[in-house]
């Protein structure tokens, strides 16, 4: 593994050139926010409650050919790399501020991800044939696999493992400092593949390809027989890919239909997310933070989404003056009564 240092960078970027630069406008809240990369373009974003939508909100750009995208969920920060200049930026998801240069000519590049546990950013580098890794202040990189083309990467963190598409057409993985590697695909299954992800908890290695098989597939992490669980139109552009282990989902860009599109882990109930989306989305990232952000309805008492008989009989239940943990109590004045009902009733149904 060599190691090098890099020059710290880290300056607030101005609108030049046509350079990554002008935050736009913020976006607004509601359930999942997809945030993506449009190739030359911009890093957007939008709020939407799948699969009905909402309207794009831009954030970055104008761009440099911005290609991947990553979400810190714990500070908000977005990051993402430009393809052609190997420019690697930070910015808030809420926009609102100009983005950071963090690093850059960091070679031709397609791939990000990020281990905010160990304090490194991973990313791929065409120019040097290998997947290197840059820590958070932007001041040393280190080369962990060499004599890969990486379209994309995966970071299974836990397991100390990581897995990469590789542009020959092999579907790889080794450990997080490059050594042990493992080829589990090589063949048209894994012919011009894009995104990757893993399902940590059922084991499967799941990614995307693009050309004349183009489709999503599966295979178990330590190899085996692949699967083939969707078949797109032939050269299709199906480019990054999110996994939603919480909700069985997957996400991923379609770069030729400007969508993004979701399905069930076995790739059934295919539904678009986004639409509309101009000049080929790209990158993808995914804040599923908000998903449980639905307000409280006054009454609920049995938090099932609805006011109904069972809340007004838990209601009873309670009747009369009651203590600090008292939920029935709808007014906060220490005693549940017919105000508390006369709420209750006021969000029926």
């Not at 990369?37 to 750009?61: F, H, K, M, N």
Request: proline fraction near 5%.
């Amino acid at each position: 593994m060599s190691v090098s240092n890099l020059t710290v960078v880290r300056t607030r970027l101005a609108i030049v050139g046509g350079l990554c630069a002008a935050t736009l406008a913020a976006p607004t809240q509601a359930d999942n926010r997809y945030f993506w990369t449009r190739i030359g373009i911009t890093v957007d974003q939008i709020s939407a409650a799948p699969p009905e939508g909402a309207p794009v909100v831009g954030l970055y750009g104008p761009g440099n050919d911005p290609e991947d995208i990553e979400l810190d969920p714990e500070t908000g920060t977005l990051y993402w790399i430009c393809s052609s200049t190997g420019r690697l930026q930070s910015g808030a998801s809420a926009g609102g501020e100009l983005p950071e240069i963090i690093a850059d000519g960091l070679g031709f590049t397609t791939a990000l991800k990020l281990d905010t546990t160990n304090g490194w950013i991973y990313y791929s580098d065409w120019i040097s044939d290998s997947i290197r890794r840059i820590d958070f202040s932007g001041t040393t990189i280190e080369t962990v696999v060499t004599g890969v083309e990486a379209m994309k990467i995966f970071l299974d963190i836990e397991n100390e493992r990581m897995f990469w598409t590789n542009r020959a057409g092999l579907i790889q993985q080794s450990n997080l400092d490059g050594s042990s590697i493992l080829t589990l695909a090589s063949g048209d299954e894994a012919w011009s593949p894009e995104g990757i992800v893993v399902d940590t908890i059922t084991g499967y290695v799941y990614w995307v390809t693009s050309g004349f098989n183009a489709g999503l597939w599966r295979i178990p992490v330590g190899g085996g027989e692949w699967d083939s669980l969707v078949l797109f139109a032939p050269f299709s552009r199906a480019v990054d890919l999110e996994i939603d282990l919480d909700n069985g989902h997957l996400y991923w860009t379609e770069a030729a239909d400007d969508v993004i599109r979701r399905s069930e882990l076995s790739g059934s109930d295919i539904v678009e997310v986004a639409s509309g989306l101009v000049n080929s989305p790209v990158g993808l990232a995914i804040d599923y933070s908000v998903t449980s952000s639905t307000e409280p309805i006054p009454g609920d008492l049995n938090e099932d989404g609805v006011v109904d008989t069972l809340d007004f009989l838990a209601l009873l239940a309670a009747w009369g003056p009651c203590g600090v943990e008292c939920p029935a109590d709808l007014d906060n004045d220490g005693v549940v009564g017919v105000l508390d009902f006369l709420e209750l009733l006021a969000n029926w149904g």
